[in-house]
C-alpha cells in the first residue's frame, strides 16, 4: 500500500484515495510524427525494478494531477510534484540520489 | 414544473450513532481563483461567510463554504435560495473566468449525530479520524467504501457527509451498518 501526499490539496492519503495515471514526462507524439516514434510513444514504456516516475490523479479527493518518485520495489515514495513540469525537480532528483546514488531513468539522474 | 424530492426524503435510523438525511439542501459548485478578492466577495455577498482554507469549511448554521480543490468551491445556501445565490455571484463575477452550477439535485447529504460520529466515518474512510487530526471545522474529500464522498465536522458530535444523489441509497446502507449498536468499536475514547 503506497502513502502519497498530493500536493495540490495536501491530503496524505493512502493509495485506494487515488489513481495511477501511467508513467510520467511522456513526450507525446501524434499526427505528423513518425511511424517510430509513434509506436515507441505508444508501447515502449519504462518498467524498472527499482526508481520510477509515475502519474497519479487524486480521484477520491481534490481531483487533480500530480507526479510522483517512488521505488516499485520497496514501495517508498521519494515525494510528490506538480504535474506542470516537464523533468523532475531538482529537489526530488536528490532525494532519490540521497537512497539509491546513481540512479537513472530515461533522459534522467 | 414538479415538486422537488431528495434522494431518500428524509430517511433517518438511529443506531448508536444516528443517521439522518438531511432533505433538500442547495449547493453551488463555485469555480475560478480562489485568490480573487471578487471571489472571495462573491462568496461573501452569496453565503455571508468567507473563503474557507485550504481542506476546511466556513459555517454559518446550515449556510456553508467548503474548500473542494485549488479552485473549486461548494457553497452549501438554503434549497430555496440557490437561484439567487447563483444570481448575485454571477453580476459580482461578471468578465471573470468563474463557472456557478447549482448542482443541489445531484447531491445527497447526510448527518451523523453522537459521540462517536468520528467512528462511524472511519469505519467507511481512508482518513485518519482520532480527536486532534480531525476536527469541527476540518473538510476532507475522500471515499466511503465504494464511492466518493465529502465529510465536515460541525462539532464533536455532528458530522455532515455529501455524495453524489445516484449512490445515496448505498451510502445510508453503509452509515446504518456502520452505526448498527454491537459495533462499536471505542477506539477513539
Ligand atoms: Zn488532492
Given at each position: 500500500m503506497?502513502i502519497?501526499?498530493?500536493?495540490?490539496?495536501?491530503?496524505?492519503?493512502?493509495?485506494?484515495?487515488?489513481?495511477?495515471?501511467?508513467?510520467?514526462?511522456?513526450?507525446?507524439?501524434?499526427?505528423?510524427?513518425?511511424?517510430?516514434?509513434?509506436?515507441?510513444?505508444?508501447?515502449?514504456?519504462?518498467?524498472?525494478?527499482?526508481?520510477?516516475?509515475?502519474?497519479?490523479?487524486?480521484a477520491?479527493?481534490?481531483?487533480?494531477?500530480?507526479?510522483?518518485?517512488?521505488?516499485?520495489?520497496?514501495?517508498?515514495v521519494?515525494?510528490?510534484?506538480?504535474?506542470?513540469?516537464?523533468?523532475?525537480?531538482q529537489e526530488?532528483?536528490d532525494?532519490v540520489s540521497?537512497?539509491?546514488?546513481?540512479?537513472?531513468?530515461?533522459?534522467f539522474? | 414544473?414538479?415538486?422537488a424530492?431528495?434522494a431518500?426524503?428524509g430517511a433517518?435510523?438511529q443506531?448508536y450513532v444516528?443517521?439522518?438525511?438531511?432533505?433538500?439542501r442547495?449547493m453551488?459548485?463555485?469555480?475560478?481563483?480562489?485568490a480573487?478578492a471578487?471571489?472571495?466577495?462573491?462568496?461573501?455577498?452569496?453565503?455571508?461567510?468567507?473563503?474557507?482554507k485550504?481542506r476546511?469549511?466556513?459555517?454559518?448554521?446550515d449556510?456553508?463554504?467548503?474548500?473542494?480543490?485549488?479552485?473549486?468551491?461548494?457553497?452549501?445556501?438554503?434549497?430555496?435560495?440557490?437561484?439567487?445565490?447563483?444570481?448575485?455571484?454571477d453580476?459580482?463575477?461578471?468578465?471573470?473566468?468563474?463557472?456557478?452550477?447549482?448542482?443541489s439535485?445531484?447531491?445527497?447529504?447526510?448527518?451523523?449525530?453522537?459521540?462517536?460520529a468520528?467512528?462511524?466515518?472511519?469505519?467507511?474512510c481512508?482518513?485518519?479520524?482520532?480527536?486532534?487530526?480531525?476536527?469541527?471545522?476540518?473538510?476532507r474529500?475522500?471515499?466511503?467504501?465504494?464511492?466518493?464522498?465529502?465529510f465536515?465536522?460541525?462539532?464533536e458530535?455532528?458530522?455532515?457527509?455529501?455524495?453524489?444523489?445516484?449512490v445515496?441509497?448505498?451510502v445510508?446502507?453503509?452509515?446504518?451498518?456502520?452505526?448498527?449498536?454491537?459495533?462499536?468499536?471505542?477506539?477513539?475514547?
Open positions: 503506497l502519497l501526499e498530493c500536493p495540490c490539496c495536501g491530503v496524505v492519503g493512502e493509495e485506494t484515495e487515488f489513481a495511477g495515471g501511467g508513467e510520467a514526462h511522456l513526450k507525446r507524439f501524434g499526427p505528423g510524427s513518425s511511424e517510430e516514434n509513434f509506436h515507441d510513444y505508444l508501447f515502449a514504456k519504462e518498467n524498472p525494478k527499482g526508481v520510477h516516475f509515475e502519474r497519479w490523479r487524486h477520491n479527493g481534490c481531483g487533480k494531477w500530480f507526479h510522483a518518485a517512488r521505488n516499485t520495489v520497496t514501495l517508498e521519494y515525494g510528490t510534484y506538480s504535474a506542470q513540469t516537464y523533468e523532475p525537480p526530488i532528483k532525494k540521497a537512497k539509491v546514488p546513481g540512479w537513472s531513468w530515461r533522459e539522474a | 414544473m414538479s415538486k424530492v431528495s431518500l426524503q433517518s435510523y443506531g444516528t443517521v439522518e438525511e438531511l432533505g433538500l442547495g453551488i459548485t463555485l469555480r475560478g481563483d480562489l480573487s471578487k471571489l472571495k466577495s462573491a462568496v461573501k455577498v452569496a453565503a455571508g461567510v468567507a473563503v474557507p485550504q476546511k469549511v466556513s459555517l454559518d448554521g449556510v456553508g463554504v467548503a474548500w473542494m480543490s485549488p479552485d473549486e468551491l461548494l457553497v452549501m445556501v438554503p434549497y430555496e435560495g440557490v437561484e439567487g445565490a447563483i444570481a448575485s455571484i453580476k459580482t463575477l461578471k468578465g471573470q473566468h468563474y463557472l456557478a452550477v447549482n448542482v439535485d445531484a447531491r445527497a447529504v447526510f448527518e451523523l449525530r453522537g459521540d462517536a468520528a467512528e462511524v466515518i472511519a469505519k467507511l481512508p482518513v485518519d479520524m482520532a480527536p486532534g487530526q480531525f476536527g469541527p471545522g476540518d473538510f474529500r475522500s471515499r466511503m467504501a465504494q464511492v466518493p464522498a465529502a465536515w465536522m460541525v462539532d458530535t455532528t458530522i455532515r457527509i455529501v455524495c453524489f444523489r445516484s445515496a441509497d448505498y445510508f446502507k453503509l452509515l446504518k451498518d456502520a452505526a448498527e449498536p454491537g459495533g462499536e468499536v471505542g477506539h477513539f475514547g
